[in-house]
């Protein structure tokens, strides 16, 4: 099994920038898909972006609410992935995770993420 986790998280005025860590316990570079998910007071969680390996090679996605403002990234040597996020919004306040996808399936704790307006 795999342990991951999060930091990085705080409090941000409104378009300021944040980057966020998920520290893998041993290396995930073999995992796909790799992701990050935030989950809002009162809503489900969802998925914020999301990179995966295939056939074509390397596919990442981002919820169209962070299109061009966050960027999804990994470093395989020190077995973390990055959630950078930049132009902040009040609407991005939420407790972000990451996630590592089959087998594994597993989840970080979260770390919280307040963007003030």
């Known amino acids: 099994q795999v342990q991951l986790v999060e930091s990085g998280g705080g409090l941000v005025q409104a378009g300021g920038s944040l980057r966020l860590s998920c520290a893998a316990s041993r290396s995930i570079a073999s995992f796909t898909p790799m992701g990050w998910y935030r989950q809002a007071p009162g809503k489900l969680r969802e998925l914020v972006a999301i990179?995966?390996?295939?056939?074509?090679?390397?596919?990442?996605n981002y919820a169209d609410s962070v299109k061009g403002r966050f960027t999804i990234s990994s470093d395989n040597a020190k077995n973390t992935i990055y959630l950078q996020m930049n132009s902040l919004k009040p609407e991005d306040t939420a407790v972000y995770f990451c996630?590592?996808?089959?087998?594994?399936?597993?989840w970080g704790q979260g770390t919280q993420v307040t963007v003030s307006s």
């Open positions: 990179t995966s390996v295939t056939g074509r090679g390397r596919d990442t």
């Open positions: 996630y590592v996808g089959p087998p594994l399936n597993v």
